[in-house]
């Protein structure tokens, strides 16, 4: 089992940037996939950004050249760097994470709420 805990949302103005962290209760080392997805209220789950075990990395459209997301395995750690933050950023952002291309066992966090506004 993998537990999954977000930190380092709140509330920010537009253009100002925030760093989300998820440390995973177990090493991350050789995990398939570590994603972040977010969920606006009115709004379906979408996926923001993911980062595969290779290093290859996607990103949404709508948070493309703003968001970066790296991982950190020797820290049991992904993060999600927000730059440039829109109003439309506000939303619970989900970490998840797929240790197994095999198995694909999929575990997600309780989620951080990250606001932007004025």
């Known amino acids: 089992q993998v537990q999954l805990v977000e930190s380092g949302g709140g509330l920010v103005q537009p253009g100002e940037s925030l760093r989300l962290s998820c440390v995973a209760s177990?090493?991350?080392?050789?995990?398939?996939?570590m994603a972040w997805y977010r969920q606006a209220p009115g709004r379906q789950r979408e996926l923001v950004a993911g980062v595969i075990i290779d290093g290859g990395t996607n990103y949404a459209t709508a948070v493309k050249g703003r968001f970066t997301i790296s991982r950190d395995d020797t820290k049991r750690t992904v993060y999600l760097q927000m730059n440039s933050l829109k109003p439309e950023d506000t939303a619970v952002y989900y970490c998840?994470?797929?240790?197994?291309?095999?198995?694909?066992?999929?575990?997600w966090g309780q989620g951080t709420q990250v606001t932007v506004s004025s």
């Open positions: 177990v090493s991350i080392f050789g995990f398939w996939t």
């Open positions: 998840n994470a797929v240790p197994s291309r095999i198995r694909g066992s999929n575990y």
